[in-house]
């Protein structure tokens, strides 16, 4: 196996969406070095597609009353809008690390409009997860806890005084700062008191203090005590060695392996002594692991779509049907603002199961069917499998695939649908 060829595949597809057209073959000519500068280069925080208008719907109209079906068409709408515009966007954004990093965040703090209903909070919650995708963790997790959708989704408004509720506690510490068993029961407590005395307007997503709901004694939370605001509760958590570990294998299980663990004294670690996420990204990016071939990731749908859009210059928005879209990728069960439960998606083996190969070989027939197969029909028939593998920064074909694609090279169509559904091309090598 060419070692340099699969470390610059993974930069474009575990750090990126996958290469456009030309831009494999131009970084395998630049070499990995340059293609990894390029890449961290690429690390700001833009917006390539016009987001779409969203305005506040207010609170749900009665079942019965006049109002509720233009309402209920309205919601719909803005949901169709919002999931519809981020597909484009991460095709189109030329800063793919950035908007790698964005949906990364969407799966670590994963947060669900079917609960929270309305777009606009989740419109708010990913402009959050851009603006501190590569910046400082700490400042990111306080404002995680001031999102009025993460609030909504774990009940935060709930939480008073009177009547404590441990979700968002609990969650912020297991799931989002410092990993399983590294607190107690009594931290979760303690530290839900340091969180109760807030209310969230539902259809904004706005986060408001009510200060007669707020518990104000002293807690005592992985060993401090003090009278905490959640920003100052927030700031301990994160400080913690285990906060360091714990984010480390998140993006190391999301980036380079699903399956060998992190090791206890990687690089990435003490890079992100600081909680500088950039550092850490950066530290992983130019890791030696990433060129270890027993480090393979399965794609998950998503990430498989946006590639193949990239790949054939097709935007999401402007193909035959969004709802067909929407139906494949629901059958692939992921859709994006809809992760399943607080845990995110899963990675890897729940992506490969029979029933969703079927689904992702309808879906390939159907976006291949709208691909310009002009470029293609122009190299010889033999040479079509190879160009495939540069156009979509394949590593290499196995002699079964090898086989396969000789078997359709005719049949421009085919072929593509073959190659996207591939073994090589599903699994990020």
Not at 107 to 119: D, E, L, Q
Not at 244 to 265: C, D, M
Not at 355 to 360: E, G
Not at 391 to 400: C, D
Request: with cysteine; proline share 6%; aromatic share 10%.
């Amino acid at each position: 196996m060419d070692l340099k060829r699969l470390e610059t595949a993974r930069l474009f597809h575990r750090f990126g969406f996958g290469p456009r057209p030309g831009e494999f073959e131009a970084a395998l000519k630049n070499g990995v070095e340059k293609t990894r500068s390029e890449l961290l280069a690429k690390s700001k925080n833009e917006i390539a597609v016009t987001p779409p208008v969203l305005i506040d719907l207010g609170k749900r109209p009665e079942p019965k009353s006049p109002e509720i079906a233009a309402f209920s068409q309205s919601l719909r709408a803005q949901t169709t809008s919002l999931s519809k515009w981020w597909l484009d966007q991460m095709v189109a954004s030329e800063n793919q690390l950035h908007e790698k990093m964005v949906w990364f965040w969407h799966g670590h703090w994963a947060t669900s409009i079917g609960k929270v209903n309305y777009a606009l909070p989740m419109y708010n919650q990913n402009l959050t997860f851009r603006k501190y995708a590569l910046g400082n963790f700490s400042d990111f997790a306080s404002a995680m806890f001031f999102d009025g959708a993460l609030q909504i989704w774990l009940d935060g408004g709930e939480n008073t005084l009177k009547a404590p509720n441990e979700n968002l506690s609990r969650e912020m510490m297991e799931l989002f700062v410092l990993g399983v068993n590294r607190y107690s029961e009594m931290d979760v407590r303690e530290l839900a008191r340091a969180f109760t005395g807030y209310q969230i307007t539902r259809s904004t997503g706005e986060v408001v203090s009510v200060p007669r709901r707020r518990d104000t004694g002293a807690v005592t939370v992985l060993g401090k005590t003090g009278v905490m605001s959640p920003e100052e509760v927030i700031k301990h958590l994160v400080s913690q060695p285990d906060c360091a570990k714990f984010i480390n294998e998140r993006i190391w299980y999301r980036f380079i392996s699903s399956t060998a663990p992190l090791s206890e004294n990687n690089p990435s670690i003490a890079a992100f002594a600081s909680r500088d996420i950039s550092a850490l990204i950066k530290s992983m990016v130019e890791s030696k692991a990433l060129a270890n071939p027993e480090y393979s990731i399965v794609k998950s749908p998503i990430e498989w779509f946006i590639a193949v859009c990239r790949a054939f210059n097709l935007t999401p928005s402007q193909m035959n049907s969004q709802n067909k879209i929407n139906s494949y990728l629901d059958k692939l069960s992921q859709i994006p603002f809809s992760p399943p439960n607080v845990g995110g998606w899963p990675t890897d083996e729940a992506w490969l199961s029979s029933a969703s190969a079927q689904f992702r070989l309808a879906f390939a027939t159907w976006i291949a069917s709208q691909i310009d197969t002009s470029q293609l029909t122009t190299i010889a028939p033999e040479k079509r499998s190879a160009y495939l593998a540069d156009l979509l920064g394949v590593v290499e074909w196995s002699p079964r695939t090898t086989f396969a694609l000789r078997e359709v090279r005719n049949n421009p169509e085919r072929l593509i649908t073959l190659a996207i559904c591939s073994p090589e091309y599903v699994v990020s090598a």
